[in-house]
């Protein structure tokens, strides 16, 4: 088949993917096939797979209000632990200042302290996410302010009760299992007794956090494992 062809096939498939992935979260039904967490062949297929599987949870990622909600359904929907609760791991004895375009974006007066808080986001003993906040104590309640301090309690279920709104100021992309232009190229060569070869970090996020004022009181920046594939190929 001539590459052209084939690069038509292929947009035709991730897209088929793509848009399966976004319409299963509407269906509640038991699905049929159970993810056997073996490990990703190094086949295009699966590379296929992998990048229809972390661009739908990028734009899940997206368009969500906090990243708990959306890891808590992947965790569920993906089947990846018998308690699908994502819960935070503190990760202690580390602190990183604001720095002064941190400062700016959260609108912090020379008065104002802000605190740093580490974890990593767990899904049974699959570390989905490492992730990095810096908020400002006088702007949450002390409550909050010691559910933050003294718990493993992830920062989108803390703050839950402010009607958090998240904007995204920066999106990258860490891994690609397809190099940009893949539909106009020849196809990889596939390694199918191989184990695709995935990077611990495969795409990282900052955002700032804001209350229902439009105050921000947040900022926080994520890097998504490999783990989020941990459940392995269909």
Known sequence: MPYGNIGVHLRWLIGTIVTLNLCASAISAEPVVRRTGAPWPDTLLARVEALALIETLNASLLGAHTATEILDKWCADHKMASDTVIHARRVTGVDKPLSDEQRQRLQIKPAEKAAYRRVELLCGGHVLVEAENWY????????????????????GRAVRDLKPIRENFSVEMLWKPLPDGWELLPPPDGKPGAALAIPWRLFQHRALVYNAAHEPFSEVSEIYTREVLAFGPP
């Open 136 to 155: 400002v104590p006088d702007r949450l309640s002390p409550k909050i302010n010691d559910i933050l301090a003294t718990t493993g309690t992830p920062f």
